[in-house]
């Protein structure tokens, strides 16, 4: 009953973006299929999923640029409510960037909220659908093992994810930034000591205002 609940809430807002033939929700369609398939793909929390986001957003659809990315990341740090929610940005930015016959506003918030909606309706069909069965499964060895293995390939892609925006942050234009390492360096210094996460990004902000008032 569930799961033919949870199918009729993907498939009755897709008939509505896929009904038109006119062209004038391209993106929409684009981003409700891709931000599902990432929904059940991707494991290990926002950072894992936000490696193959990145990446496919970036350079298979070209809805942004890697730079606009991290811009994306960064606004979703300074913000009390999950990292996952940068997909948000993504799905705005490439709704305004095709728009089709919509005005660009009406795209990008249309391409946030099919965003939202792909995303976490397969995140609560996981929820309720599997729930009964977690006190049965969890003594099982077999499934011990699979999710241990996945939990390792998650802190894998978590590394991949620090080294690719690392890239973008500290070496920009194939040199490096020195306010930005500046400041990374900092962070971690902070971060050892150890120092609540919320201070560590309102330092940071606070000295990328400084040194972009010195021009530096």
Same mark, same amino acid.
């Not at 965003?115 to 069909?125: E, I, N, Q």
């Not at 659908?129 to 006190?135: H, T």
């Not at 990374?184 to 902070?190: D, I, K, S, V």
């Given at each position: 009953m569930?799961?033919?609940l949870?199918?009729g809430?993907w498939i009755a807002?897709f008939?509505?973006i896929?009904?038109?033939l006119?062209g004038? @929700?391209?993106? /929409?369609?684009s981003?409700? !299929?891709?931000f $599902?398939?990432a929904a *059940?793909?991707t494991?290990?929390?926002a950072y894992?999923?936000?490696a193959?986001?990145?990446e496919v957003?970036?350079?298979r659809?070209g809805?942004l640029?890697?730079?606009e990315?991290i811009d994306g990341?960064?606004?979703a740090?300074?913000t009390?409510g999950p990292l996952?929610?940068?997909l948000?940005f993504v799905g705005?930015v ?10 660009? @506003?009406?795209? /990008?918030?249309l391409g946030? !909220?099919v965003? $939202?909606?792909?995303? *976490? ?5 996981f929820?309720l ?7 049965a499964?969890?003594g099982?060895?077999a499934l011990?093992?699979?999710?241990a293995?996945v939990?390792a ?10 080294v690719v ?11 490096i ?5 500046g400041v990374? @360096? ?5 971060l050892?000591?150890p120092?609540e996460a919320?201070w560590?990004?309102l330092t940071?902000?606070?000295?990328g205002?400084?040194f ?5």
């Open positions: 569930l799961v033919a949870f199918a809430l807002p008939t509505v896929a009904g038109p006119d004038s @929700l391209p993106v /929409a369609r981003l409700y !299929l891709f $599902t398939r *059940f793909v494991f290990g929390g894992a999923v936000l193959y986001v990145a957003a970036t350079s659809f809805w640029t890697p730079g990315m990341l960064a606004l740090e300074t009390p996952i929610m940068v948000q705005f490439a709704g305004w960037r095709q728009p089709g016959t919509l005005s660009p @506003l009406a795209a /990008a918030t946030a !909220l965003t $939202t909606w792909a995303t *976490f309706l397969p995140c609560f069909a929820i659908v599997g729930a009964p069965y977690i006190d499964l969890r099982r060895p011990a093992s699979a999710l293995g939990t390939a998650a802190v894998g892609v978590i590394l991949h994810l620090a925006f690392g890239r973008e942050v500290l070496l920009p234009f194939g040199e930034d020195v306010t930005a390492a990374a @360096l900092g962070a971690l210094a902070l050892l000591r120092t919320h560590v990004v940071g902000a606070l000295a205002l400084v972009g008032a010195f021009g530096t």
